[in-house]
């Protein structure tokens, strides 16, 4: 079984100087959406499954790879980025300025995360719990005796997940076994777009969660490639 994690395109965070909330692709977006589905539909072997977070960006993503396909988006509301504070209508620049004068929080302050948003225990709970579900559902359990095993029922499977930064970073760590931490997307960046491709592999006479590629963008031209 292959689970390829998909970032989605370049966002537009802001339109006329003021946040969104659940923002829509670029036309760079889009493109790259566009190049990522290209990739899947010459991929061997086909994609069988697209599971998607229900943001727009995500959506708009995915949405070209349903097309070319022939694959329906499934959608999984607790993939969804960690939920920033609502800051309709406050402008670019005073969010920017947020992100930069927290930077310094101490590790504790990081894991409660900005005030009026999801704390990151809670991002992370809320994702590794959809993640362990959406597996189970397909025959891929952790084995109840060692944490590093799993054991899988369909080895044929190819999952696409399409979502966000920090969802894809979560959720590698958790396949990984890598110690968790309130920084993941800083410690496996994912570009606009790009692929992570985890494979369950056959080891030790049940399954291990082995990383093929992370951060993936043969598919996306040098002068179309953001973070």
């Known amino acids: 079984m292959?689970?390829?994690?998909?970032?989605?395109?370049?966002?537009?965070?802001?339109?006329?100087?003021?946040s969104q909330t659940d923002p829509y692709l670029t036309d760079l977006g889009q493109q790259q959406a566009a190049l990522a589905a290209n990739r899947i539909e010459k991929a061997n072997p086909q994609a069988t499954e697209l599971v998607v977070s229900p943001a727009l960006r995500s959506q708009?993503?995915?949405?070209?790879?349903?097309?070319q396909t022939g694959l329906t988006i499934s959608t999984v509301d607790d993939l969804l980025e960690v939920r920033l504070p609502d800051w309709t209508g406050v402008s670019?620049?005073?969010?920017?300025?947020?992100?930069?004068?927290?930077?310094?929080r101490t590790p504790e302050e990081w894991w409660s995360g900005l005030?009026?948003?999801?704390?990151?225990?809670?991002f992370h709970n809320r994702v590794t719990s959809a993640l362990d579900n959406l597996l189970a559902e397909r025959g891929v359990t952790k084995d109840p005796d060692d944490?590093?095993?799993w054991h899988c029922e369909n080895e044929d499977a190819r999952i696409l997940i399409v979502a966000h930064g920090g969802t894809n970073s979560v959720c590698l760590t958790h396949l990984l076994g890598v110690p968790p931490s309130p920084w993941e997307w800083e410690k496996f960046v994912l570009f606009h777009a790009s692929f992570a491709?985890?494979?369950?592999l056959p080891l030790a006479g049940a399954h291990v969660m082995s990383l093929r590629t992370f951060n993936d963008q043969?598919?996306?031209?040098?002068d179309k490639r953001s973070r």
């Open 197 to 200: 491709r985890v494979k369950v």
């Open 2 to 18: 292959d689970i390829v994690f998909i970032r989605h395109g370049q966002p537009k965070w802001a339109v006329d100087g003021l």
């Open 147 to 149: 944490p590093g095993l």
């Open 115 to 122: 005030d009026g948003g999801e704390s990151f225990r809670d």
């Open 218 to 222: 043969d598919h996306i031209p040098l």
């Open 60 to 67: 708009q993503t995915a949405k070209p790879i349903a097309t």
């Open 92 to 104: 670019e620049e005073a969010v920017i300025n947020i992100f930069r004068t927290t930077k310094d």
